[in-house]
């Protein structure tokens, strides 16, 4: 058999993304996808207790814990910390919402804190919450301007 009556071998593709590096005066070649960028800054810190109140509420209707106590002795936290950090649910829901979506920061201190929600949260109409909202925010506003 010669090669003339042989088939060719089909071609083959191979996919995939190729991400070039540089390391000092060497480039490298990686597998996968390039790095994702992130933006700069940091989530607040009220922001990352608000959502981790939600979860331990979910973990708790789901009953893979049983109440705040276990929590607390999970997250090696007092059962004092657990409820300050409950009480954030106690908010009205659009101030949940807007305190999960706050911009990240950037340096410095966080411009709004869980001492700053506490007052408010343990007010029980969400109306009066609203108000006591905007007044903060106003506060907070002014004091970035001076």
């Keep these: 058999m010669n090669a003339s009556t042989m088939n060719p071998a ?3 593709t191979v996919a995939g993304t ?3 590096a540089r390391r000092g005066r ?6 996968g996808p390039a790095p994702v960028l992130h933006e700069p ?5 009220v922001s990352r207790l608000l959502a981790l109140a939600l979860r331990f509420e979910d973990l708790i209707r789901a009953g893979e814990v049983t109440d705040h106590a276990e929590l607390a002795r999970l997250g090696h936290v007092t059962r004092a910390r657990v409820s300050q950090i409950m009480s954030l ?3 009205a829901p659009e101030i949940q919402e807007h305190i999960l979506f706050l911009p990240k920061v950037i340096r410095g201190r966080d ?10 949260a343990a007010v029980p109409d969400w109306r009066r919450q609203r108000r006591m909202w905007r007044a903060r925010l106003e506060r ?5 301007v001076q």
């Excluded at 060497?26 to 597998?31: D, F, G, P, Q, S």
């Excluded at 800054?41 to 810190?45: D, E, F």
């Design 10 to 12: 089909p071609a083959l």
């Design 18 to 20: 190729i991400h070039f």
């Design 26 to 31: 060497t480039k490298e070649l990686r597998a």
């Design 41 to 45: 800054g940091r989530v607040p810190r």
């Design 89 to 91: 649910l106690h908010l």
């Design 111 to 120: 411009p709004l804190i869980l001492s700053d929600l506490r007052p408010i």
């Design 140 to 144: 907070a506003a002014a004091a970035k």
